[in-house]
Structures are given as C-alpha cells and as structure tokens.
C-alpha cells in the first residue's frame, strides 16, 4: 500500500518510471511482496492514456500488451497489438524488442530476427537481453567468453535478467559445473561463487526475505573483475555507485513518507486502495 501511494504521487507529478510501474501493476495485480491483488483496469488504461498523449515511445508497449492479452479493459487484439510492439520496437524500447524476440523465438523459430532484437536491447542495457543472449552464444557458437561478459554486464544492470545471471555465475565458478558444464575447464573460485551468491541473493531474495531488483552495480568492474583479473570483493554495497551504497543502507521511511502524502492531499487513500482476490 504505501508502495502504491509513493508512486501515484510521483505520477501525479508525470514521474515516468512510477507510471510505467503503475501500468504494470494495476494491470498485473502484483504486489511487491508476491501478494496478489485484483488488477484495476480503469486504472491502468488512465496511465497508458497518459503516456500515449505524451508520446512516450513506451506507450506503444504498453498499448501492445493491453491489446495482446485484453488487459485494462481492451479488447483482445492480438494482431493490432503485434502492431504497436513493432512501433515500440522502432521506436528504440528496449522491452518491446525483447519481447519480439521471444516472440519470433517461439512462434517463427527465426534465430537470426530473434539475436539481432536482443542485441538492440542488450546494448541499451537490458539485463534480461543480455542474459538471453548470454545462453544464444554459449549455445548456438560456444563462444563461452563472450557468454561469461554478458552476463556479467547483466548483472551490473540488475534486474530479474541481472538476478539469473548471478545464479549462473554462481555455478560457473563452483567446483560442481552439472548445471554449467560447457564451462567445466573454467577454475573454480571460492570468491567469486560466494560473491554472485551474495548479489543474486540481494536482487532475488531468499525464501524468507524479498530481493530488490532496483539494485544496480555500476562499480562491479572494480571490486569482482572477471578473470584473469584478481577480486577486491567487499559486499554488495562496493559494488554500488557510492551514492546508491549510502542510499539502500539507510533507506528512508516509505511508511511516514506515505502518510505525508496522505496528509497533505497529494493523492487521496480511496484512490490507491486495492481489493485483495478472494482465490
């Protein structure tokens, strides 16, 4: 909830990443926590408005998935919603192309279409391009060490794609390589598998405590260079731009920061109250 009250106030103000999320999860009805909640299409479909009237190239994304699986109260269009996901994958959004990819992937077994839209996305920063591009060229070349960079460079950007490629270079650099086993001739490092346990842990979670996928690593050259390289690891936090470090170590107090929203009128309680799904 006070998640939800943060960014309907950012997005009064035209904040676009707190739209875009509200999109998403009006639409979706996450909750941060893996909570369930019932979407709000209404809701959903006055933030898409918002960034088609801006122009927002993002929109286009958005409008493609409302019409591709009849979210915030479109209709089911598929073939029209392809439509929109190309403008956006012209466009530049890294996302859209992403997602083309999977799609020419699956439906038209184009491998050639499908690598050259995740490297549109990868050299935007993409994690979950880089990360799927990571496994074309360990895969479909063998070309393990343009395969270890990239998900390297996933990682530094975070994310879910980030989260799983710390999970496989985890395993890369395990003595046990039976999940990784076109690196079997890589040497094991006790360092470094425990340091991508750390930040696949920070971005993931654990069964008991939540990840952040907003984690990024601007600094990770520094402090857990790829090898020949020797490690400098620190923790996560060395990792960070020193700004982020100090930022998620004392993080502020979304609830009073929540309630002050409240007070002052920025955005009213019944505006972002959720009904939880009764399934």
């Known amino acids: 909830q006070d998640m939800i009250t943060l960014y309907e106030a950012a997005a009064s103000k035209g904040h676009y990443q707190a739209i875009n999320n509200l999109y998403l999860l009006y639409t979706n009805g996450h909750g941060a926590s893996g909570t369930l909640y019932a979407p709000q299409p209404s809701r959903a479909r006055k933030w898409l408005h918002y960034g088609l009237d801006k122009n927002w190239a993002m929109a286009n994304y958005w409008l493609f998935d409302a019409l591709y699986e009849g979210n915030a109260g479109y209709r089911h269009n598929p073939k029209l919603g392809l439509a929109y996901l190309q403008k956006a994958v012209d466009l530049g959004v890294p996302l859209a192309q992403y997602e083309l990819a999977r799609i020419y992937d699956k439906r038209f077994k184009d491998y ?5 839209l995740l490297d549109c996305a990868a050299r935007q920063g ?11 060229k360990r895969i479909r070349y063998g070309n393990l060490k343009e395969s270890l960079q990239l998900m390297h460079n996933a990682l530094r950007y975070g994310g879910e794609g980030g989260g799983e490629a710390a999970l496989k270079l985890t395993m890369v650099y395990a003595k046990n390589k039976a999940l990784m086993d076109k ?36 600094r990770l050259d ?10 400098r690891w620190k923790g996560i936090y060395s990792a960070m731009s020193k700004e982020d470090a100090a930022f998620y170590q004392n993080p502020p107090d979304t609830a009073a920061l929540a309630a002050d929203i409240l007070k002052r009128g920025i955005v009213k309680k019944e505006e972002v109250y959720w009904t939880p799904r009764k399934d």
């Open 112 to 116: 050639n279409t499908r690598e050259r």
């Open 126 to 136: 993409f994690s979950a391009a880089m990360n799927e591009l990571s496994r074309v």
């Open 183 to 218: 690196f079997i001739a890589t040497p094991a490092d006790p360092v470094r598998e425990a340091a991508y346990a750390e930040l696949e842990k920070a971005l993931m979670g654990t069964g008991t405590k939540s990840g952040n996928p907003f984690y990024t690593f601007p």
């Open 222 to 231: 520094e402090v857990l260079p790829l090898p020949p390289a020797k490690t």
